[in-house]
Structure formats: C-alpha cells, structure tokens
C-alpha cells in the first residue's frame, strides 16, 4: 500500500487517467466512428489529453475543493 502523503497524488493520476480515457473513447467515437484506424486516433487524442487532465485536475481540484468547504457546513 501507498502512505497517505501520496493520497493527492494518486488520486490526480487515477482521474486524470479515468476521466481523460473515457471522454477521449467516447468523444473520438463520436466524432469519427468506428473503423479500422479508430484505435490509432483514439490512442493519439488520449496521449495528448492526458497530461491535460492531469494539469487541469492539478489546478482546478484545489480551487473546486475551497469552494465547497465555503459552501457547505459542517456537521
């Protein structure tokens, strides 16, 4: 197991990688189909959008994260 100073860490890096490989799937599907040389443009569109996932996770998950705290209560 991983110690828990990793936790935002990996949990950037399984998002990043989650959320980037099923939006780049269904988005190139959607717009070229299936054929052939679907598996090459899917792969060329997922190694450019995931390092974007990771530095968009990277900047926006703090923001996101304090403008929940504001808006919710404790309990």
Not at 9 to 28: D, E, K
Request: aromatic share 14%; proline share 3%; no cysteine.
């Amino acid at each position: 197991m991983f110690s828990k100073k990793y936790s935002n860490f990996l949990f950037t890096l399984i998002m990043g990688f989650g959320m980037s490989l099923l939006m780049t799937l269904i988005i190139t599907f959607i717009n070229t189909g299936m054929d052939d040389k679907f598996i090459n443009r899917f792969l060329k569109a997922w190694s450019i959008s995931f390092p974007i996932a990771i530095t968009a996770i990277l900047i926006v998950a703090p923001i996101a994260r304090k403008f929940v705290d504001k808006i919710t209560k404790s309990s």
